[in-house]
Nanobody, 122 residues
Framework: QVQLVESGGGSVQAGESLRLSCVAS????????IGWFRQAPGKEREFVAA???????HYAESLKGRFTISKDGTKNTVYLQMNGLRSEDTAKYYC????????????????WGPGTQVTVSS
């Protein structure tokens, strides 16, 4: 059992930064890989970043170098640091978990949080 809640979204200007948090309750993240996804109105949910194991992370190619995923020492919180935000980053951001540590596909993920909105003005 794991339940996820995202936070840290908000409205920022282009070029600014935000750090999103994904907090797990229940069993926490033990035994799972963690993914961040985002979805804009009228668009499909797309992969952003994943934490698969210590030292093993993966990012959507277009976001590599701007976004960083990390996990705290207690293993109950995962972060998404977003730098140099652009208008196209505007979306609701979700975290989720999977047993398939290789996956970037949303259908492999479960226990989705309610999401947190990020809005970037240009």
């Amino acid at each position: 059992q794991v339940q996820l809640v995202e936070s840290g979204g908000g409205s920022v200007q282009a070029g600014e930064s935000l750090r999103l948090s994904c907090v797990a309750s229940g069993r926490g993240f033990s035994g799972y890989a963690i993914g961040w996804f985002r979805q804009a109105p009228g668009k499909e949910r797309e992969f952003v970043a994943a934490w698969w194991s210590p030292g093993t992370t993966h990012y959507a190619e277009s976001l590599k170098g701007r976004f960083t995923i990390s996990k705290d020492g207690t293993k109950n919180t995962v972060y998404l640091q977003m730098n140099g935000l652009r208008s196209e980053d505007t979306a609701k951001y979700y975290c989720a978990v999977t047993r398939a540590a290789w996956s970037t596909h949303r259908y492999d993920y479960t226990n989705w949080g309610p999401g947190t909105q990020v809005t970037v003005s240009s």
